[in-house]
């Protein structure tokens, strides 16, 4: 198998979701921005960043914490299922507008020189919203919140998709916004790719504003690398 991997050029790009493949990061920091507020606790955007990536679950302990406030298991969950309904009402209307620029040139790029695509997403919602916005089918593997038991900045999501896709880890390039993702790709050995701001993403290995920046040739590069 590894040697038909290198004959064939064959490399394994994950796509985290959220803020990479479709615009839906701007409403989850909506979502969560309102549920803070609603409970008299201040949210930033710099908050926000240490979120991206982040579970939902763990992303509600952290607001709490932040704002040192306690809850039983009861409200706590209450207030999971809140913040996704709002979440579900923002996205309630996507479609195959709200893909980010070039991400389907580079999706396209990728098949046509038959590398293996998966999905690496801690969302629970990551199938739902790739149908969607009709790139379920771009997919060799999804991976997401409902198949990983820890969150990013644990490896799991993203060594759970190159398995599913057969490629070592190494062999492996992953497109991420978040702080947490990028952490996650590292440990995996995983070439990691921010796709955000440079001084947040510092620990990528690279970092490009969005798929606007990134050309074909450097695609073909990582294909070869
Ligand atoms: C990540 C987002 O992709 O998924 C986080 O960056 C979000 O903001 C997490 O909390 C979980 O998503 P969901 O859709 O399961 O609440
Ligand atoms: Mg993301």
């Known amino acids: 198998m590894f040697q038909q991997e290198i004959f064939m050029g064959k490399k394994g790009f994950i796509f985290d979701l959220d803020g990479v493949i479709v615009d839906t990061a701007k409403y989850h920091y909506l979502a969560w921005k309102k549920l803070a507020n609603d409970i008299g606790i201040s949210f930033s955007e710099s908050q926000n960043e ?45 479609n195959e507008n ?39 089918d771009e997919f060799d593997a999804i991976i997401d919140g409902n198949d990983v038991t820890k969150a990013k900045p644990d490896p799991e999501v993203f060594l759970k998709a190159a398995s599913a896709i057969n490629i070592k880890p190494e062999r492996c390039i992953v497109f991420e916004d978040s702080l ?12 990691s790719i921010g796709i955000g701001d440079k001084d947040t993403l510092k620990e990528a290995e690279y970092v490009f504003k969005d798929f606007t920046e990134m050309d074909i040739d450097f695609i073909e590069f990582l294909i070869e690398r």
């Open 50 to 94: 240490h979120l991206k990536g982040v579970s939902r679950i763990r992303s509600l302990e952290k607001i709490l914490d932040w704002g040192g406030v306690r809850l039983n298991q009861e409200d706590f969950n209450e207030l999971m299922a809140k913040k996704n309904e709002d979440y579900l009402r923002y996205i309630k209307t996507m």
């Open 98 to 136: 709200e893909i980010l620029p070039d991400v389907k040139k580079i999706l396209n790029y990728l098949t046509q020189k038959g590398q293996a695509i998966a999905l690496g997403s801690a969302s629970k919602n990551a199938r739902s919203i790739l149908s969607m916005v009709s790139l379920k």
């Open 180 to 191: 947490a993702g990028i952490q996650a790709a590292n440990t995996a050995n995983m070439v």
